[in-house]
Nanobody
Framework: VELVESGGGLVQPGESLRLSCAAS????????MHWVRQAPGKDLERVAR????????DYADSVKGRFTISRDNAKNTLYLQMNSLKPEDTAVYYC???????????????GRQGTQVTVSS
């Protein structure tokens, strides 16, 4: 399994970013996919998930209405559109492979770099 995130950066509050995750090494369109994040000194936090065929999505309350998760199964790519960013969104963001059902369970991003998102004025 290989997951490579990109698209992070330094933005001001209220601005937007779009994260991408290129997946390989497994049957991408069979699995629920997740975006998770980890802020300095904090535990891993689940941000959003999307079912294998995009029929179901779910968001953490902290990002609901501002973030949109999507996927392109033809390209084996997961996306996270982040609008109205806040300083508290600052974290390393990871995509994570879930199960074949719409479950909250995902493979922890151990030893991966992720993509840094910093929201600061």
């Amino acid at each position: 399994v290989e997951l490579v995130e990109s698209g992070g950066g330094l933005v001001q509050p209220g601005e937007s970013l779009r994260l991408s995750c290129a997946a390989s090494g497994f049957t991408f369109n069979d699995h629920t996919m997740h975006w998770v994040r980890q802020a300095p000194g904090k535990d891993l936090e689940r941000v959003a998930r999307i079912s294998s065929r995009s029929f179901h999505v779910d968001y953490a309350d902290s990002v609901k209405g501002r973030f949109t998760i999507s996927r392109d199964n033809a390209k084996n790519t997961l996306y996270l559109q982040m609008n109205s960013l806040k300083p508290e969104d600052t974290a390393v963001y990871y995509c994570a492979k879930g199960t074949v059902s719409f479950s909250v369970v995902y493979d922890k991003p151990v030893g991966r770099q992720g993509t840094q998102v910093t929201v600061s004025s």
